[in-house]
C-alpha cells in the first residue's frame, strides 16, 4: 500500500480567495486522482493526474476552477480557485497502483 | 459505465455477521470488484479486492458468483467500529470509461448497534 500525505487537513477561506491543497506520496506512481466528497454525499471524482501530461478532467470540472500540478512521481497539488461557499467539501488525493488508495483527506470551508 | 447498486443503508448488532450486497449488471470482462470502507472525516479504506469466486483477507470475505452481476460484502462478527460507510466499486484502473474503477456509487451506510 501506498502512504498519502495531505496538507493543510484543514482550512477556512474566504470567498474569492484560493487554496492549494498538497499530496505527497510514500513511493512513485503514476496514476494520481483528485476527488471531492461534499457534506453527505459519496466522493466524486475530478480528474486524473499522470506525471508528464495534462491532467485530465470529469464532467462538470475545469482546469481554471481546479487547476493541478503533477511536477513528479510523488507529489501533486490541487488549487481551489476563487473559492465559493459551495466549494465547502473534503478534498482527497488518491493513487493508483492496481488498488486505489487515499489520503486522509483536506476538509475545506468557504465564507 | 458499471454502474453499482447497494442498500442505502443496514443496522446490525456487536457480534452478528454483515453481509451488503451490491449489484453490477453491466460489469465488464476485465472488470474487479473492490470494496472499500469509510468513516467519518477519513479518505476510504480498501477492506478487499475480487475478481470470481471467493476471496478472504483478515477482515472480511467477497464472495462473487459466476455471472459476476452481484458481489457480497461479509464482516464476521462486527463491531461497534465497523460503523462506516461502505463502498462497492468495479472497473479496471487503466480501463475505458466503461467500467470505471474511479467512480464511486452511494455506498451503504452501516450502523452496528450494541
Known amino acids: 500500500s501506498a502512504v498519502i500525505s495531505q496538507k493543510p487537513s484543514r482550512d477556512i477561506c474566504q470567498r474569492g480567495t484560493s487554496l492549494t491543497i498538497q499530496c505527497q506520496v510514500d513511493?512513485?506512481?503514476?496514476?494520481m486522482f483528485w476527488y471531492r466528497q461534499q457534506p453527505g454525499q459519496s466522493l466524486t471524482l475530478i480528474a486524473t493526474?499522470?506525471?508528464?501530461?495534462?491532467?485530465?478532467?470529469e464532467s462538470g470540472f475545469v482546469i481554471d476552477k481546479f487547476p493541478i500540478s503533477r511536477p513528479n512521481l510523488t507529489f501533486s497539488t490541487l488549487t481551489v480557485s476563487n473559492m465559493s461557499p459551495e466549494d465547502s467539501s473534503i478534498y482527497l488525493c488518491?493513487?493508483?497502483?492496481?488498488?486505489?488508495?487515499f489520503g486522509q483527506g483536506t476538509r475545506l470551508t468557504v465564507v | 459505465l458499471a454502474k453499482t447498486t447497494q442498500p442505502i443503508s443496514m443496522d446490525s448488532y456487536e457480534g452478528q455477521e454483515v453481509n451488503i450486497t451490491c449489484s453490477h449488471n453491466?460489469?465488464?470482462?476485465?472488470?474487479?470488484i473492490t470494496w472499500y470502507q469509510q468513516f467519518p472525516s477519513q479518505g476510504p479504506r480498501f477492506i478487499i479486492q475480487g475478481y470470481k469466486t471467493k476471496v478472504t483477507n483478515e477482515v472480511a470475505s467477497l464472495f462473487i458468483p459466476a455471472d459476476r452481476k452481484s458481489s457480497t460484502l461479509s464482516l464476521p462478527r462486527v463491531s461497534l467500529s465497523d460503523t462506516a460507510v461502505y463502498y462497492c466499486?468495479?472497473?479496471?484502473?487503466?480501463?475505458?470509461?466503461?467500467?470505471?474503477?474511479?467512480?464511486f456509487g452511494g455506498g451503504t451506510r452501516l450502523m452496528v448497534k450494541p
Open positions: 493526474a499522470n506525471q508528464g501530461s495534462e491532467a485530465t478532467y
Open positions: 488518491s493513487v493508483g497502483t492496481g488498488i486505489v488508495f
Open positions: 513511493s512513485q506512481v503514476t496514476m
Open positions: 453491466n460489469i465488464a470482462t476485465n472488470d474487479y
Open positions: 466499486l468495479v472497473g479496471v484502473l487503466g480501463g475505458s470509461k466503461a467500467g470505471n474503477m474511479l467512480t
